[in-house]
């Protein structure tokens, strides 16, 4: 069975300050697709990035990025200098497909960016 | 275009009661999923469709069930509500069963039981 696990409910950072948030996950699939999605208060769940378990190398977007390492199962996400904006729940998921179809989400993180 | 839209966006009940909730995906795309999205958690899987057939089913029990119509819109039917039917339910579009496009979700449906 999959899992994912975000250890860390809640996070409060202030404007400008990088945070990191971190995601474990289990699974027996040898190909197998990550994913963090955004949740802002309207409830929309809006897809940030995909990696496939093959592609270990770390992503940047702008002051979003990810950093994938293989051997501790993990796929944390960092925020370079936050903004209000970013204030949001964070979800790390698994799938088997590059779709996402069949998600297995986390609890989700809960970032607060205060001014 | 139109992203997934899903109706109605609230909805009260009362334990007991019968609801059916409605989504339309992206135009072309054929697969549709539901969740469950309980207050203060993560999203969890219901159903998946393609093509009007059933391709995963999560944990849930056999109150829940869904079809999907010749249009690639579906429906997510719940019986005997319980108060923990209470949730955010969301609906997500992608354009094949396994496509390189990730799904798209929408903005959900809140279901409250009273």
């Known amino acids: 069975a999959q899992k994912v696990t975000q250890a860390q409910t809640e996070i409060s950072v202030v404007e400008k300050e990088d945070v990191t948030l971190d995601c474990v996950y289990e699974?027996?699939?040898?190909?197998?697709?990550l994913f963090w999605y955004k949740q802002p208060p309207s409830g929309e769940l809006v897809f940030l990035i995909r990696?496939?378990?093959?592609?270990?190398q770390n992503e940047i977007s702008g002051r979003y990025s990810w950093n994938f390492q293989k051997s501790t199962s993990s796929f944390n996400f960092t925020i370079t200098a936050s903004q209000v904006v970013d204030s949001a729940v964070y979800f790390c998921?698994?799938?088997?497909?590059?779709?996402?179809?069949?998600?297995?989400f986390g609890g989700g993180t809960r970032l607060m960016v205060k001014p | 275009d139109a992203g997934v839209t899903q109706s109605p966006t609230h909805l009260i009940k009362t334990r007991g009661q019968h609801v059916t909730l409605r989504c339309s995906p992206i135009?072309?795309?054929?697969?549709v999923s539901w969740y469950q999205q309980v207050l203060g958690q993560g999203p969890q899987f219901i159903f998946q469709?393609?093509?009007?057939?059933?391709?995963g089913r999560g944990n849930f029990p056999d109150r829940f069930s869904a079809r999907q119509f010749p249009n690639y819109s579906s429906e997510l039917n719940v019986n005997a509500l319980l108060l923990g039917d209470s949730a955010l339910y969301l609906c997500?579009?992608?354009?094949?069963?396994?496509?390189?496009?990730?799904?798209?979700f929408g903005d959900g449906t809140r279901l409250s039981i009273l």
């Open positions: 997500a579009s992608s354009r094949t069963g396994d496509s390189n496009q990730p799904q798209h």
């Open positions: 699974t027996r699939d040898t190909t197998y697709y």
């Open positions: 990696r496939n378990s093959f592609d270990e």
């Open positions: 998921a698994l799938s088997e497909d590059n779709a996402g179809n069949m998600l297995t």
């Open positions: 135009s072309g795309h054929k697969s």
């Open positions: 469709y393609y093509e009007k057939e059933e391709r």
